[in-house]
């Protein structure tokens, strides 16, 4: 009876001690059960998100391939675009804008200061902050070939073959214009030319500020040296370059010998365009140097600018008192074909444009400052005829479009870099700026030629300086033999044959 009841109280014991565990565990699965019911909703939550980004990683997939298929299809239509322009033989443009000197950027600072006080749609307008379109004074850049001016009464948006913004450097400009300056040397005629009020960057991006930072012509000579060098086995090539300036309607040699400019001696030979009998433009008199290296370009360069007339006026501490054009004749031959080309390359520095009364010019500049408006007007009335296909076209009218009626008179490259200023007191000269270099953008000169001629051809026509050359049909359309005042009963002039026509230099005597 004592076995029973010992061998029972120890199995009610052991029944107890697995109780003791079975609640404990109990109590561990319904500690852990709300533990899980507590981390549902985080789970759900994190669930959620992670399903959002699945869907948001591929939603920016549709969105990059999208972008990348616009980006394909904008490249295309540039493509095209600039293949359509190429037939068409359009003037390129680019516009360039200056970046804000130290003074200029505590002046807007102080402008936009001035617009919030104010207010006004105008000031909404201007220094609205957009995370997608940089702003600089009053200029934007909503697109990559499009800058946007935001004047007194509305925005308008000028679009143009490549726009670049303060930030761009020389570098950034010239490697969009190398390839037109390399086209010298296959014959072709290129004239690249800056335009713009005065201050606003022009001879900075013509010439350069140093020889640590050239400008496009020092570039576009030194380019031309290295592809001449590519092609020296093959080819005779041979270049003469000159520079001159056109002060006050004179044009003046800046390359003349150091004593000819000494005060007290002769007065230098009067120099004048003259039209050559096949066609095209010529200086005779006009100093004319070989040079065969970059160096020879680099010391010509620094004489020629040394001796341009630059003075200081209230928009420009150095201003630019002339055009200067630097021109540049590439004879080349080829040794097993005999085929022959001359290419000429014509790099122009206009003189800005500027207000008498903003610049209060007086005496010897408020010449100089009329001379310049009125040259540079002669070349809108020149655009304006081209664009509107007129018979007569009044290159004429000043030396200034009398010396690029070559260029503009058809068979020529033309590229134009308008220089603008991002400053709010700038605004209105920006704007007529940019719409005269929409204008200039929107004529067409029909499709260059490369002039070349076969060793056994004698379809060009002998000058006087000895260069061969034939004529240029739009070119013959002022060609009127000696200088007279344009008359309305003008007409343009047939080439004496049906032939290509040929380029003739500018101003160099033969390069044989």
């Known amino acids: 009876?004592?076995?029973?009841?010992?061998?029972?109280?120890?199995?009610?014991?052991?029944?107890?001690?697995?109780?003791a565990k079975l609640r404990e565990k109990n109590n561990q699965t319904r500690s852990e059960a709300e533990a899980l019911a507590t981390?549902?909703?985080?789970?759900?939550?994190?669930?959620?998100?992670?399903?959002?980004?699945?869907?948001?990683?591929?939603?920016?997939?549709?969105?990059?391939?999208?972008?990348?298929?616009?980006?394909?299809?904008?490249?295309?239509?540039?493509?095209?675009?600039?293949?359509?322009?190429?037939?068409?033989?359009?003037?390129?443009?680019?516009?360039?804008?200056?970046?804000?000197?130290?003074?200029?950027?505590?002046?807007?600072?102080?402008?936009?200061?001035?617009?919030?006080?104010?207010?006004?749609?105008?000031?909404?307008?201007?220094?609205?902050?957009s995370a997608h379109n940089r702003a600089v004074g009053p200029i934007r850049f909503p697109g990559e070939d499009e800058i946007s001016l935001i004047g007194e009464r509305a925005t308008k948006t000028y679009e143009f073959d490549r726009v670049f913004d303060p930030d761009c450097t020389q570098e950034d400009v010239f490697r969009d214009?190398?390839?037109?300056?390399?086209?010298?040397?296959?014959?072709?005629?290129?004239?690249?030319?800056?335009?713009?009020?005065t201050g606003s960057g022009k001879t900075h991006t013509m010439i350069g500020s140093s020889r640590d930072d050239p400008g496009v012509a020092q570039r576009a000579l030194c380019k031309l040296f290295e592809t001449a060098a590519e092609r020296e086995g093959?080819?005779?090539?041979?270049?003469?370059?000159?520079?001159f300036e056109i002060y006050l309607e004179a044009i003046r040699d800046l390359l003349a010998p150091a004593a000819a400019r000494q005060p007290g001696a002769p007065p230098q030979q009067k120099l004048e365009v003259h039209m050559a009998p096949g066609g095209g433009t010529f200086v005779p008199g006009l100093t004319a140097e070989s040079v065969s290296s970059a160096h020879d370009v680099e010391l010509m360069m620094e004489r020629a600018q040394g001796n341009r007339a630059t003075f200081?006026?209230?928009?420009?501490?150095?201003?630019?008192?002339?055009?200067?054009?630097?021109?540049?004749?590439?004879?080349?031959?080829?040794?097993?074909?005999g085929v022959?080309?001359?290419?000429?390359?014509?790099?122009?520095?206009?003189?800005?444009?500027?207000?008498?009364?903003?610049?209060?010019?007086?005496?010897?500049?408020?010449?100089?400052?009329?001379a310049i408006n009125k040259s540079l007007s002669a070349l809108g009335d020149v655009i304006a005829s081209l664009a509107a296909k007129e018979k007569h076209v009044p290159y004429r009218n000043s030396r200034l479009t009398h010396v690029l009626q070559d260029s503009l008179g058809g068979n020529s490259k033309v590229l134009m870099v308008v220089n603008v200023s991002a400053t709010t007191s700038c605004s209105s000269e920006t704007g007529c700026s940019l719409t005269f270099a929409q204008r200039v953008r929107a004529v067409e000169l029909g499709s260059a030629r490369a002039n070349t001629a076969s060793a056994s051809s004698s379809s060009t026509t002998s000058t006087?300086?000895?260069?061969?050359?034939?004529?240029?049909?739009?070119?013959?359309?002022?060609?009127?033999?000696?200088?007279?005042?344009?008359?309305?009963t003008d007409r343009p002039r047939r080439p004496s044959s049906g032939r290509p026509s040929s380029a003739r230099p500018l101003n160099h005597p033969p390069m044989r």
């Not at 093959?234 to 520079?243: C, F, G």
């Open 1 to 19: 009876m004592a076995d029973r009841m010992n061998s029972t109280v120890q199995g009610l014991r052991g029944a107890q001690a697995e109780l």
């Open 39 to 129: 981390a549902v909703p985080a789970f759900a939550a994190l669930f959620q998100r992670e399903l959002n980004l699945f869907l948001a990683s591929g939603a920016i997939m549709s969105l990059n391939d999208a972008i990348s298929k616009y980006r394909r299809e904008c490249k295309e239509r540039k493509r095209l675009y600039n293949l359509l322009q190429e037939l068409r033989g359009n003037i390129r443009v680019y516009c360039r804008v200056r970046p804000l000197s130290e003074r200029e950027a505590i002046e807007e600072a102080e402008v936009i200061e001035e617009a919030r006080a104010t207010g006004g749609s105008r000031a909404a307008q201007l220094y609205a902050s």
């Open 177 to 197: 214009i190398a390839p037109l300056t390399s086209s010298v040397l296959d014959g072709y005629n290129v004239c690249v030319f800056a335009y713009g009020q």
């Open 234 to 243: 093959d080819y005779e090539l041979s270049m003469k370059a000159s520079a």
């Open 312 to 337: 200081s006026t209230n928009m420009n501490e150095h201003s630019s008192r002339s055009h200067s054009v630097l021109s540049v004749s590439c004879y080349a031959k080829n040794k097993l074909t």
């Open 340 to 370: 022959s080309s001359m290419g000429k390359l014509h790099i122009i520095d206009l003189a800005g444009s500027e207000r008498v009364k903003q610049s209060e010019a007086s005496g010897e500049r408020l010449a100089e400052a009329m």
């Open 464 to 488: 006087s300086d000895g260069t061969a050359m034939a004529p240029s049909p739009a070119a013959a359309k002022d060609s009127r033999g000696p200088e007279r005042p344009p008359s309305s």
